[in-house]
């Protein structure tokens, strides 16, 4: 098994420009999440989705969208990208409630926005 | 509300003990750890649930006290293999989301 993966690894943008990360997992889980992580601290929660079709806003949601066709992948959009969004991005899944469960992360995107 | 983790750093010899703190001023339903090593991803440690229940498969223990809203977590005689960032997560109930505390750096050194 893969676990979680992520597309792609690193990514630089200019400002304005806009890109799709995508993540994937092969484990069946129902909950997905994405997060940022900024230097020196610690991760914030972006969006998350408790399930095929569903997505709901976390901690941090300006400025992104997220969609979830198929269960197995989650995407974060960046409509016209800022360079406060210039971060470390993390995806996670989860057999059922990440209040409960075990949370996979994915190997992370850099992404720097100029 | 996030999660307050102290010390913010901690430096260690190798077979020395650590403790790493994480406060909230919520209840707490559950709390979480993970690692994370540098340039990687985090990596989960252990979850406590209310009632005294754990749930992990690496050898750190720690503790829950829900009156006082903080955990506990104890690294004894560690390894060069402990170094990298901790964070524990807390929701406020079963079906929320995790909300991370800023994490502790520690290093163990030979």
């Known amino acids: 098994n893969a676990g979680v993966t992520q597309t792609p690894k690193f990514r630089v943008l200019k400002t304005g420009q806009s890109m799709t990360l995508l993540c994937a997992q092969d484990?069946?889980?129902?909950?997905m999440y994405w997060y940022r992580q900024d230097p020196g601290m610690g991760l914030r929660l972006i969006h998350y989705?408790?399930?095929?079709?569903?997505?709901a806003k976390g901690e941090v949601p300006d400025g992104y969208n997220v969609s979830r066709l198929k269960k197995q992948n989650f995407l974060l959009g960046l409509e016209s990208a800022a360079p406060s969004q210039t971060s470390v991005y993390f995806c996670a899944s989860s057999r059922l409630a990440g209040a409960i469960n075990e949370q996979f992360f994915g190997p992370g995107t850099r992404l720097t926005v100029l | 509300q996030q999660p307050v983790q102290s010390p913010q750093a901690v430096i260690l010899r190798e077979g020395e003990d650590a403790v790493i703190n994480c406060s909230s001023s919520?209840?707490?339903?559950?709390v979480h750890w993970y690692r994370q090593k540098h340039g990687e991803a985090p990596v989960f440690l252990m979850i406590l649930l209310k009632g005294g229940e754990q749930k992990g498969h690496e050898k750190i223990s720690a503790s829950f006290n829900e009156k006082k809203q903080q955990s506990s977590l104890y690294l004894t005689a560690s390894q060069l293999s402990y170094s990298g960032t901790y964070f524990c997560g807390t929701p406020e109930n079963a079906g929320n989301m995790l909300t991370f505390g800023g994490g502790t750096r520690l290093m163990v050194k030979p």
């Open positions: 989705s408790v399930g095929e079709g569903t997505t």
């Open positions: 919520k209840a707490l339903y559950s």
């Open positions: 484990m069946n889980h129902e909950y």
